[in-house]
């Protein structure tokens, strides 16, 4: 593994399956009565997050936590930012700290690899969105939760049709997507009106169609996103309804899918447009249970990137049930 997640090009597919089995062994541990491994103790993690967030900030708080890493939480409202403090002062104000990791948040794409090249830090840079381009722990934590459905655990991507349908243009998670899904060999297919696919989708490793209706039979998991009116300065197509009618998925669509078929959403969900509410709470749409993948997998790519060369759970000796897990970087740190 690279020292930063920048990108989910930075994955090779041997660290892309590194990360998704190390957050199966994560995703055990949430199953424990006590959901801590004394791994990251003494560690720093700082969540960096100038645009708004509910799930990935929660996120990486609750996989840094479980890991017993102290975390600090540093939101751009009601900081110096809004006095007019630069990333690069923000930075030196965090390396002061003795941050080990800088979870960052950015409007502006570049950002996290701003920071990861600047030399302003020493820790580690994980990419938790930065502006249109890219935001590859959902990305992990997507292809985790379709290993899951659709392959097994332990199994890779291979062959499994992915359709990923809406605003392609403004998606930092259809990006990473797309280029993690290429790594571990799934096929990729984008649907969204011409004027939401970005200039040069053609180069991307992957399929484009307009036409929602004549690709759902061929889907295994079906990638809803938001469309990012935020990120919009003008108009995309000619009403919400129209959209909704071509690009939204509801329950006569949902039932064209193969049976095995998944429904995927990053979040936030805008009911009503992109997903029906008959979807979006039916047991095939797994955007809830994303939420929680999110934990394991961000959970892993800490404890990868903060230097987990040894197991970071125990194989050998089971642990009871019962009692707190015990590492092996934990039982080694116990004796020193
Ligand atoms: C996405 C994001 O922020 O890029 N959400 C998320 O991380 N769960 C997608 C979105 O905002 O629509």
Redesign the pocket.
């Known amino acids: 593994m690279k020292r930063h997640l920048i990108s989910a090009a930075d994955l090779s597919r041997d660290d892309a399956l590194l990360v998704l089995d190390t957050a199966e062994e994560m995703a055990r541990v949430a199953d424990r009565p006590i959901k801590k491994l004394p791994t990251l103790r003494g560690r720093t993690v700082v969540n960096l997050f100038f645009e708004d967030?509910t799930?990935?900030r929660i996120s990486f708080e609750a996989a840094a936590k479980r890991l017993s890493a102290d975390v600090i939480n540093f939101s751009a409202k009601g900081s110096s930012v809004s006095k007019g403090e630069s990333l690069k002062d923000t930075a030196l104000t965090l390396e002061a700290m003795g941050a080990d990791a800088v979870v960052i948040r950015h409007g502006s794409s570049g950002a996290p690899h701003r920071l990861a090249t600047s030399g302003w830090i020493n820790g580690s840079v994980v990419n938790a969105?930065d502006g249109t381009h890219e935001?590859p722990t959902?990305a992990l934590l997507d292809a985790f939760t379709m290993r899951r459905h659709l392959s097994g655990v332990g199994r890779d991507l291979e062959g499994r049709r992915v359709t990923i349908v809406g605003d392609i243009l403004h998606?930092?998670?259809a990006r990473s997507n797309v280029l993690l899904l290429g790594t571990l060999g799934a096929r990729v297919t984008l649907v969204a009106p011409p004027t939401l696919l970005p200039i040069g989708v053609e180069q991307w490793p992957c399929e484009v169609s307009y036409d929602l209706d004549a690709v759902l039979a061929k889907t295994d998991a079906l990638m809803m996103?938001?469309v990012?009116s935020e990120r919009m300065n003008a108009a995309f197509f000619p009403t919400e309804r129209e959209y909704t009618r071509r690009y939204g998925v509801d329950g006569p669509r949902m039932a064209v899918l193969p049976e095995h078929a998944i429904v995927m959403h990053?979040?936030?969900m805008n009911r009503g447009m992109e997903i029906t509410a008959e979807v979006a709470d039916s047991p095939r749409c797994t955007v809830v249970e994303q939420v929680a993948n999110g934990v394991s997998t961000r959970m892993a790519v800490l404890y990868l990137l903060l230097g987990g060369s040894e197991p970071a759970i125990a194989t050998t000796a089971p642990v009871p049930e019962t009692a707190p897990a015990t590492t092996a970087a934990a039982r080694t740190e116990e004796s020193k």
């Open positions: 967030s799930r990935t969105g935001h959902q998606s930092r998670v996103l938001r990012q990053p979040g936030p």
